[in-house]
C-alpha cells in the first residue's frame, strides 16, 4: 500500500488550498484515511480523517470549521481542502492509513502507511 500526498505549496494568510493524498496498491475496503502534520520543532498533530467506504469524518478541533476532508473512491484520493489559512496551519502534511478498519484514530501508531508528506506555508 503506498500513499502520495501532493498539492502544497506557499500561500497568504487567509487563502485557500487543497491536498491530494492518492492511495494505491489497496483493494477497496472501508479503511481509514487520516491527515496528520508536523510544524517546526514540533510534534505530529492529527488533522482530521475520513472512511473511504461510509465517508464519516472526523476532525481536529482547531481546524473543523476551516479544513474539509473529502474522497473519490474511483480514483483512490483523499482531498483535504483547508479555508481561511493562518500563520500556525504551516507544516508539512501527511495522509496515512490504517491496516484495517478500526475508525478513525487521531494517534499516531494506529497508522500503518504513510505518504511522504506536502508542505504547506501560510505567510501572514
Same mark, same amino acid.
Given at each position: 500500500v503506498q500513499l502520495q500526498a501532493s498539492g502544497g505549496g506557499l500561500v497568504q494568510a487567509g487563502a485557500s488550498l487543497r491536498l491530494s493524498c492518492t492511495v494505491?496498491?489497496?483493494? +477497496?475496503?472501508?479503511?481509514?484515511?487520516?491527515? +496528520?502534520?508536523?510544524?517546526?520543532?514540533? !510534534?505530529?498533530? +492529527?488533522?482530521?480523517?475520513?472512511?473511504? $467506504?461510509? $465517508? =464519516?469524518?472526523?476532525?481536529?478541533?482547531s481546524v473543523k470549521d476551516r479544513f474539509t476532508i473529502s474522497r473519490d473512491n474511483g480514483k483512490q484520493t483523499?482531498?483535504?481542502?483547508?479555508? =481561511?489559512?493562518?500563520? !500556525?496551519?504551516?507544516?508539512?502534511?501527511?495522509?496515512?492509513?490504517?491496516?484495517g478498519s478500526i475508525g478513525i484514530p487521531d494517534i499516531m501508531r494506529f497508522y500503518t502507511y504513510w505518504g511522504q508528506g506536502t508542505q504547506v506555508t501560510v505567510s501572514s
Open positions: 494505491s496498491g489497496r483493494t +477497496f475496503s472501508d479503511h481509514p484515511v487520516g491527515w +496528520f502534520r508536523q510544524a517546526p520543532e514540533k !510534534e505530529r498533530e +492529527f488533522v482530521g480523517g475520513i472512511m473511504m $467506504g461510509g $465517508g =464519516n469524518t472526523r476532525y481536529r478541533e483523499v482531498y483535504l481542502e483547508m479555508n =481561511n489559512l493562518k500563520a !500556525e496551519d504551516t507544516a508539512i502534511y501527511y495522509c496515512a492509513s490504517t491496516r
